[in-house]
């Protein structure tokens, strides 16, 4: 599987991006796709995920600004982000694996495939 994230950039606080993984090989329509990001000295954290190509999750501090969609006939996973704020600065990623189980989800070490990282930089 390959995974080809894009749409990072700079954007002010309160701005909107749209990030999109194009994913390549052995995924089907119930994989699990995922976001994770990293902030420079921090740890990768979970962001958003849709488990088993439907139900969706959300870390506590981007839920109700950030949107995970998937198109099938692309391949391709979303995530919208609105309100963005300073400390949504990071490098995101998304993975994805097809044989994720649900208490996993949250988990970056249980994702088998990795895209390369799409830097989103927002400035207050």
């Known amino acids: 599987v390959q995974l080809q994230a894009s749409g990072g950039g700079l954007v002010q606080a309160g701005g909107s991006l749209r990030l999109s993984c194009a994913a390549s090989g052995r995924t089907t329509s119930t994989s699990t796709l995922a976001w994770f990001r990293q902030a420079p000295g921090k740890d990768r954290e979970f962001v958003a995920a849709m488990f088993r190509g439907s139900r969706t999750y959300y870390a506590d501090s981007v839920k109700g600004r950030f949107a995970i969609s998937r198109d099938n006939a692309k391949n391709t996973v979303y995530l919208q982000m609105n309100s963005l704020k300073p400390e949504d600065t990071a490098i995101y990623y998304c993975?994805?694996?097809?044989?994720?189980?649900?208490?996993?989800?949250?988990?970056?070490?249980?994702?088998?495939?990795w895209g390369q990282g799409t830097q989103v930089t927002v400035s207050s």
């Open positions: 993975a994805a694996d097809n044989s994720l189980i649900l208490s996993s989800v949250r988990l970056y070490e249980q994702y088998d495939y």
